[in-house]
């Protein structure tokens, strides 16, 4: 689920540029991963062997044994430990985020954007002339692998950003030390309508719903036994820092040491066969010492704030979408909720300068409200440092408006919520505040 979004994120990062810092093209190596079983297993071996059981044990053999299955335990964690990858992500501009992937025999590598709101993954063709225009600088070659395989079937794909044409093709996929043999996949052979795209490709982390039916990379990772539960989890930051501290995704589950350790997670159940769509209970802006709340509430919201004033949410089905920049609301509770602003004497409008983007008179950041979104009974808050870009007099709010009925939570929100997605049944995502480092 591809939204304009992203470029406006682009167009008033590149403009705001003195503001922020650049950030590195290049990618990060990805520390390649051991496997526990080799060595879980030799320690087993070694530990049975050495452990001399007698009809009567004595005190020091009950202990002995005792500390042995102490053992085991910590090594059937460390295992699982193991059995998770960690792919650094590059920042372009807290818009997009990439990872490198590498496809074909002799292997070829691209910078890809991992997207939980699509489940197509894509690269493009050395003919793909309009690909170049969109940004892409890398273009794969069917014909150098030995295991490529074109498939007689073409596609037309829709974005709400662009469009494209790709074909089917079946190729081998690695992704940081995980081999994905097979990986049905798009080669696109035309990209319009998309600009200042700055990656090589697309890692689809939907369902196969959208992918009519062809299993997804992590579909792939699980049934090729490559991660040991089907689950990935996103930790997003706003630095390109070192490898153990940089954003990252992770396949095979989740690392609590990413999340703060006052916090808790809170799952919520997926309530769409498409989409990583959770229920909303509310969004606010509410004053930071409380005593003003201006509220829009889901038909039966889970919390029943005392609002000074509020009114009903138009959807209440929030996409928790890695593909898109920005956090995004339907647009006609986008506009009530921007009008809410002015009883905490704020005025905005919309940008001439940039089409869609929200812009108000007050400069400073200290007299916004904070923005609060529940979601299946836990709310969670966003300062206005976060949802606001300020510059030259002037706030522009990284809260968007959507011509479809569906809200959006993208990287904004991700960079503050460490996001661990479970596609198990029953799927269900789960939110934790994230370690700043």
Same mark, same amino acid.
């Given at each position: 689920?591809?939204?304009?979004?992203?470029?406006?994120?682009?167009?008033?990062?590149?403009?705001?540029?003195?503001?922020?810092?650049?950030?590195?093209?290049?990618?990060?190596?990805?520390?390649?991963?051991?496997?526990?079983?080799?060595?879980?297993?030799?320690?087993?071996?070694?530990?049975?062997?050495?452990?001399?059981?007698?009809?009567?044990?004595?005190?020091?053999?009950?202990?002995?044994?005792?500390?042995?299955?102490?053992?085991?335990?910590?090594?059937?964690?460390?295992?699982?430990?193991?059995?998770?990858?960690?792919?650094?992500?590059?920042?372009?501009?807290?818009?997009?985020?990439?990872?490198?992937?590498?496809?074909?025999?002799?292997?070829?590598?691209?910078?890809?954007?991992?997207?939980?709101?699509?489940?197509?993954?894509?690269?493009?063709?050395?003919?793909?002339?309009?690909?170049?225009?969109?940004?892409?600088?890398?273009?794969?070659?069917?014909?150098?692998?030995?295991?490529?395989?074109?498939?007689?079937?073409?596609?037309?794909?829709?974005?709400?950003?662009?469009?494209?044409?790709?074909?089917?093709?079946?190729?081998? =996929?690695?992704?940081?030390?995980?081999?994905?043999? %097979?990986?049905?996949?798009?080669?696109?052979?035309?990209?319009?309508?998309?600009?200042?795209?700055?990656?090589?490709?697309?890692?689809?982390?939907?369902?196969?719903?959208?992918?009519?039916?062809?299993?997804?990379?992590?579909?792939?990772?699980?049934?090729?036994?490559?991660?040991?539960?089907?689950?990935?989890?996103?930790?997003?930051?706003?630095? %390109? =820092?070192?490898?153990?501290?940089?954003?990252?995704?992770?396949?095979?589950?989740?690392?609590?040491?990413?999340?703060?350790?006052?916090?808790?997670?809170?799952?919520?159940?997926?309530? %769409?066969?498409?989409?990583?769509?959770?229920?909303?209970?509310?969004?606010?802006?509410?004053?930071?010492?409380?005593?003003?709340?201006?509220?829009?509430?889901?038909?039966?919201?889970?919390?029943?704030?005392?609002?000074?004033?509020?009114?009903?949410?138009?959807?209440?089905?929030?996409?928790?979408?890695?593909?898109?920049?920005?956090?995004?609301?339907?647009?006609?509770?986008?506009?009530?909720?921007?009008?809410?602003?002015?009883?905490?004497?704020?005025?905005?409008?919309?940008?001439?300068?940039?089409?869609?983007?929200?812009?108000?008179?007050?400069?400073?950041?200290?007299?916004?409200?904070?923005?609060?979104?529940?979601?299946?009974?836990?709310?969670?808050?966003?300062?206005?440092?976060?949802?606001?870009?300020?510059?030259?007099?002037?706030?522009?709010?990284?809260?968007?408006?959507?011509?479809?009925?569906?809200?959006?939570?993208?990287?904004?929100?991700?960079?503050?919520?460490?996001?661990?997605?479970?596609?198990?049944?029953?799927?269900?995502?789960?939110?934790?505040?994230?370690?700043? %480092?």
């Amino acid at each position: 689920m591809h939204i304009k979004v992203i470029l406006f994120a682009l167009i008033i990062s590149c403009t705001f540029s003195r503001q922020i810092r650049p950030r590195k093209s290049n990618l990060m190596h990805i520390p390649l991963v051991q496997k526990g079983q080799r060595v879980q297993d030799a320690i087993k071996s070694t530990l049975h062997a050495d452990t001399k059981i007698s009809f009567e044990l004595s005190r020091e053999d009950k202990q002995q044994i005792k500390n042995q299955n102490t053992l085991l335990d910590h090594l059937d964690r460390l295992q699982y430990a193991y059995q998770i990858t960690y792919i650094p992500l590059r920042n372009s501009y807290n818009a997009q985020y990439f990872g490198k992937i590498e496809l074909g025999q002799p292997e070829q590598t691209f910078d890809v954007l991992f997207d939980t709101g699509s489940s197509y993954t894509w690269v493009a063709s050395s003919d793909c002339h309009t690909c170049k225009k969109a940004g892409v600088k890398d273009f794969f070659d069917c014909e150098a692998s030995d295991s490529c395989k074109y498939l007689q079937k073409k596609i037309k794909l829709q974005y709400g950003t662009g469009k494209a044409e790709a074909q089917f093709m079946v190729e081998n =996929l690695k992704i940081g030390s995980l081999l994905i043999r %097979n990986q049905t996949m798009l080669i696109l052979d035309e990209l319009t309508e998309l600009k200042k795209f700055e990656g090589d490709g697309l890692a689809g982390l939907g369902f196969d719903t959208l992918s009519d039916g062809y299993p997804t990379l992590i579909d792939n990772l699980f049934s090729q036994n490559q991660i040991e539960k089907k689950e990935f989890s996103i930790y997003l930051t706003d630095e %390109n =820092l070192k490898d153990d501290e940089s954003s990252k995704l992770i396949l095979g589950g989740q690392l609590d040491s990413l999340g703060d350790p006052n916090d808790q997670w809170h799952y919520c159940q997926v309530i %769409n066969n498409k989409y990583w769509a959770i229920q909303g209970d509310h969004v606010a802006f509410v004053s930071k010492d409380g005593d003003t709340r201006r509220t829009l509430k889901s038909i039966q919201p889970v919390h029943n704030a005392q609002d000074e004033k509020s009114d009903i949410l138009y959807t209440s089905l929030f996409v928790i979408d890695s593909g898109t920049s920005l956090i995004v609301l339907y647009e006609k509770d986008h506009q009530r909720l921007v009008e809410y602003l002015q009883d905490f004497g704020i005025k905005c409008f919309d940008s001439l300068q940039f089409e869609g983007i929200t812009q108000c008179d007050q400069a400073d950041i200290d007299e916004y409200p904070n923005f609060e979104i529940s979601l299946c009974g836990k709310v969670f808050t966003i300062t206005p440092d976060k949802y606001l870009l300020c510059s030259f007099f002037e706030c522009y709010l990284m809260i968007a408006p959507f011509d479809q009925k569906v809200s959006i939570l993208g990287d904004l929100f991700i960079r503050e919520y460490y996001t661990h997605f479970i596609q198990d049944e029953p799927r269900r995502v789960g939110f934790i505040k994230a370690v700043q %480092n």
